[in-house]
């Protein structure tokens, strides 16, 4: 398996990235990225998988039309992934999907193999908690609009984070590649980056993924770029690097076999100890890049 893609690499059809099952040799993750040109609309049937359609530039509606009837809903997006939390879409499997936006955008589409129909939901922006992980160097902000403690889903866990320039994050390394109930739990998970641009200079930063034991042997260290990802079937990964004077955005997707839907990680041995030097440091003043909206009364 090619477990880095740069950008381009994962294109297919309408969508920029289009990871599935089938193309990373897996059970249960995907991600598509759909551009969508002024006016445009795309449609598409959910099959096997729930999804959340999650604008990354730009607003749009979300139509879901299946055997118990028609949902729709009007997200009102953001100008990018540096600029704002954003209001999403969840659709279920077994249904047909349209994405139509006026202006134009490009929309995330995070999806999760499952057996459960859960309702078409509306997710407002100003539920999305925001977090702040970490401090110092380690600081970075994390959007948890699909995190499993925060919107329910059968499989399907999506969160995004961004780090400051010269930053470092999903640090210290961790995994979650084995089944050990209340300690570990055992979810693929994509990564897919976008890097803010300095007076036209593209960002960029490093993603690691290192062998976390027999059968386990994922290996990456790549240099990523705006649209590159990075699959992670198992191993420990971290860090992701951000260069200085670039911010750096990663949208995560997670899935697995569990019959609890929960992010249940183990740090790498020889960087747990990180940990305890957070509370001796303050978070990075730069963060939050921003907050979740007011909720309208």
């Not at 893609?5 to 309408?14: E, R, V």
């Not at 969840?90 to 999806?111: H, I, K, M, N, Q």
């Amino acid at each position: 398996m090619t477990h880095h893609l740069p950008a381009g690499k994962a294109a297919a059809g309408p969508y920029a990235v289009d990871v599935s099952p089938l193309s990373a040799d897996w059970g249960y993750s995907s991600l598509r990225v759909l551009r969508l040109e002024p006016g445009g609309s795309h449609t598409f049937d959910t099959g096997d998988s729930e999804w959340i359609v999650l604008p990354l530039a730009g607003a749009c509606t979300v139509a879901s039309d299946d055997d118990f009837g028609h949902e729709e809903f009007a997200l009102t997006g953001r100008t990018s992934v540096f600029d704002g939390v954003t209001d999403f879409a969840y659709v279920p499997r077994d249904a047909r999907v349209t994405v139509s936006s006026a202006e134009g955008g490009r929309f995330a589409l995070t999806g999760a193999r499952c057996s459960r129909r859960l309702p078409a939901r509306y997710g407002p922006a100003s539920d999305v908690p925001v977090e702040l992980r970490g401090t110092g160097n380690c600081s970075r902000q994390v959007n948890n609009f699909g995190a499993a403690s925060v919107f329910e889903c059968d499989k399907l866990i999506a969160v995004e984070v961004l780090t400051p320039g010269g930053n470092w994050s999903s640090f210290p390394p961790h995994k979650h590649d084995e089944h050990r109930p209340g300690e570990e739990s055992v979810l693929e998970e994509i990564y897919y980056f976008e890097f803010a641009a300095h007076e036209g200079t593209p960002g960029l930063g490093y993603q690691r993924v290192s062998p976390s034991g027999p059968g386990r042997d994922t290996d990456v260290l790549a240099e990523v770029r705006d649209g590159d990802v990075v699959l992670i079937p198992d191993g420990w990964h971290g860090p992701s690097m951000a260069v200085p004077g670039h911010h750096m955005y990663y949208l995560n997707v997670m899935a697995g076999p569990e019959a609890e839907r929960a992010w249940l990680i183990c740090d790498h041995p020889d960087h747990a100890w990180i940990r305890d030097t957070w509370p001796e440091q303050p978070v990075d003043p730069r963060l939050p890049l921003y907050t979740a909206p007011e909720r309208s009364a």
